[in-house]
């Protein structure tokens, strides 16, 4: 199946410990995203890479770091956990430039306790 | 500084209905609008699009109707379903800038049979 996908679908975790979601797509998009969804269901961009490159990065806390090995998966990892990381994080692909709209995951739900 | 205004925050129309929910942008150089379709646990989902070189788009039961002029566009959604039942996003973005798209902040619809 063509897709983007992300795993884990849910991750529970304490404060103070340090995770990481992993976002790949076969779809052949050269640019990726991570969006971060409140629990007022407001989306948020994080980050954009484009072709492995780092494009956009919103005011995220230095906690937050993507990698892009390669242009076909970007992971999200976070350190040092804190209670308002609680959200769904969504990663997104899409192709630059065409004005093509994103494909997204199924989305992250990451709950600190 | 909210780029995209969306508005209701929720909707309920009855089955059979027309829903409908608009949109409101600053930025005149916005010149992709697309519309995303979110069931709860899912990510969002490309549903209609529009360029700001028509007024209209039609696609089935969806409408976007477009006024450059107001900076202003809607989603029309004829014969309301229970199955439409989702959260509506709408978003702007400028092509070849990375193409970040910028949210607005989500309606609630509710369709009742």
């Known amino acids: 199946d063509t897709a983007v996908s992300q795993t884990p679908k849910y991750l529970v975790t304490q404060m103070g410990n340090d995770k990481s979601i992993k976002c790949e797509q076969n779809?052949?998009?050269?640019?990726m995203y991570w969006y971060k969804q409140d629990s007022k269901k407001f989306l948020k961009i994080m980050f954009s890479?484009?072709?492995?490159?780092?494009?956009i990065n919103e005011t995220v806390p230095n906690r937050f770091s993507p990698k892009s090995p390669d242009k076909a998966h970007l992971n999200l990892h976070i350190n040092s956990l804190e209670l308002g990381d609680s959200a769904v994080y969504f990663c997104?692909?899409?192709?630059?430039?065409?004005?093509?709209?994103?494909?997204f995951g199924s989305g992250t739900r990451l709950t600190v306790v | 500084q909210q780029q995209v205004k969306q508005s209701p925050q929720s909707l309920i129309v009855q089955k059979g209905g027309i829903s409908i929910i608009n949109c409101a942008y600053e930025?005149?150089?916005?010149?992709?609008f697309p519309w995303y379709q979110q069931f709860p646990g899912k990510g969002p989902a490309l549903l209609i699009a529009i360029r700001p070189d028509v007024s209209e788009k039609k696609e089935g039961r969806f409408t976007i109707s477009f006024n450059k002029s107001a900076k202003q566009f809607s989603l029309h959604i004829m014969d309301s379903q229970p199955g439409d039942s989702a959260t509506y996003f709408c978003a702007a973005s400028k092509m070849n800038t990375g193409n970040q798209f910028y949210f607005g902040t989500g309606t609630s619809l509710t369709v009742i049979p």
């Open positions: 997104a692909s899409s192709q630059n430039g065409l004005g093509v709209g994103y494909t």
């Open positions: 779809l052949g998009h050269d640019t």
């Open positions: 930025n005149t150089a916005f010149d992709y």
């Open positions: 890479y484009n072709n492995k490159e780092l494009i």
